[in-house]
């Protein structure tokens, strides 16, 4: 299957048509073992009743938890992350240890800092200068955890605000922070999206890779779906020596469990 790559599911878009907790057994229950999420809770610091909750459904259902979002602020109103605005970085900042926490907890060894959208009026310098701080401090928060923290490019097609939109810009981004335990969030979607050769950038930068993500474009469905060469793309991607795993990060045509048969069907 994937030539031998290890796949997780993203519960932040698939299963949500489940109560978040449902979500680690149905993902167990289609075969998976292991998930990744978004941050699933509308603060930076929720109830420690809540986090036990959801690390004991994720425990009970016996999948691993190899990724989670530091706190991005409300994505389904367009937020795309807090560490590089002003008026948000005090939230990220307040999410930083509970987050990277709540994955040490659980073994996950994966979290993704979301730059943030360009703030009107705020020269780019200055976010970017507060970009590299909160970014050293998730950092040293996620190494005492033993983690990684990704730096994600998106698509400006349907995040215009959001300025890291290639692997070159996220590159200098990682380069100028330093820190040894920051890596690519490689999101092949967004990438491919974004005119980027995808095989070839597998052949280059695999490993500086700290996890991948995919979904077909166009439509951001399963792969299959749209025109993306997943079969070669697996391939490269175990060619390379890519040892992470590749979290399906897709919206499905329907029900979620019905949406994996591609997984059989691929070499």
């Not at 489940?18 to 073992?33: N, Q, T, V, W």
């Not at 793309?233 to 040892?243: D, K, P, S, T, V």
């Amino acid at each position: 299957m994937g030539a031998g790559l290890r796949f997780d599911v993203n519960l932040s878009i698939l299963f949500t048509e489940l109560p978040l907790l449902e979500r680690p057994g149905a993902a167990a229950k289609a075969g998976f073992d292991a998930v990744e999420l978004w941050w699933p809770f509308d603060r930076p610091d929720p109830p420690e009743s809540d986090l036990d909750a959801l690390r004991r459904a994720i425990e009970d259902a016996g999948v691993r938890l190899v990724g989670l979002n530091f706190d991005a602020g409300d994505m389904g109103a367009g937020d795309r992350g807090l560490l590089s605005r002003p008026g948000d970085a005090d939230r990220f900042l307040a999410n930083v240890d509970v987050a990277a926490g709540f994955a040490g907890s659980l073994g996950c060894r994966v979290l993704n800092a979301l730059y943030g959208n360009r703030v009107p009026g705020l020269p780019e310098a200055a976010q970017r200068e507060l970009a590299l701080a909160t970014l050293s401090r998730a950092a040293g928060a996620a190494a005492k955890a033993g983690a990684t923290v990704v730096v994600e490019a998106l698509n400006s097609y349907e995040n215009p605000g959001y300025p890291i939109t290639s692997s070159a810009a996220a590159f200098a981004l990682i380069e100028q922070v330093g820190a040894p335990n920051l890596a690519f969030l490689a999101d092949l979607y967004h990438l491919h999206r974004m005119g980027e050769d995808v095989p070839a950038l597998i052949d280059r930068d695999a490993g500086r890779f700290g996890h991948v993500q995919i979904a077909d474009d166009p439509g951001r469905g399963r792969p299959g779906s749209g025109a993306m060469p997943y079969d070669l793309i697996f391939a490269r991607l175990a060619a390379a020596g890519y040892r992470g795993h590749v979290g399906l990060e897709y919206r499905p045509a329907g029900p979620s469990a019905e949406s994996f048969t591609w997984l059989e069907e691929t070499p």
